[in-house]
């Protein structure tokens, strides 16, 4: 094999080996944590929610962010919205409220990653930074 195939063949085997290591570390969405349609009669309630997560994210307030988030046991809030069913509603919301101003918004999605409590996170900004605390990541282009 002569020098110009081995140059080939290494610079080949080194795009791979870049593809492969961002692949591995990429984020990517969970099967499960996949949001359905929300149909249009979704409660007020539910966008009104939504609305505030979406409101306080932006501000980049993630005190308040936390506290509205940490509220699961407040008994002003209804109990749907504890299930994943409603956040995913909440989570459809978002996105396409976000649409109206940020076009790069892909997807949102909740997760729940230790069985116990959820946690949150939106990165609306696409740039890293997020506000862990309770369940929905929004991702950009």
Do not use: W
Not at 33 to 46: F, L, M, N, Q
Not at 71 to 95: C, G, H, I, T, W
Not at 116 to 141: A, N, P, V
């Amino acid at each position: 094999m002569n020098s110009k195939a081995k140059l080939i063949l290494g610079v080949v085997l080194l795009a791979a080996a870049v593809v492969l290591f961002c692949r591995h570390f990429s984020p990517t969405v969970p099967d499960e944590a996949r949001t359905v349609a929300v149909a249009a009669g979704t409660e007020s309630a539910a966008k009104e929610f939504a609305q505030k997560l979406r409101d306080i994210a932006s501000r980049d307030d993630s005190k308040e962010f936390g506290a509205l988030c940490a509220r699961r046991s407040d008994v002003n809030m209804p109990d749907y919205y504890r299930s994943v069913q409603s956040m995913d509603a909440a989570a459809e919301f978002l996105k396409a409220e976000a649409n109206k101003t940020d076009p790069g918004i892909l997807n949102v999605y909740f997760r729940n990653p230790d069985g116990r409590r959820f946690h949150y996170t939106i990165d609306s900004r696409g740039d890293g930074g997020r506000f862990r605390f309770l369940t929905c990541y929004i991702y950009k282009e």
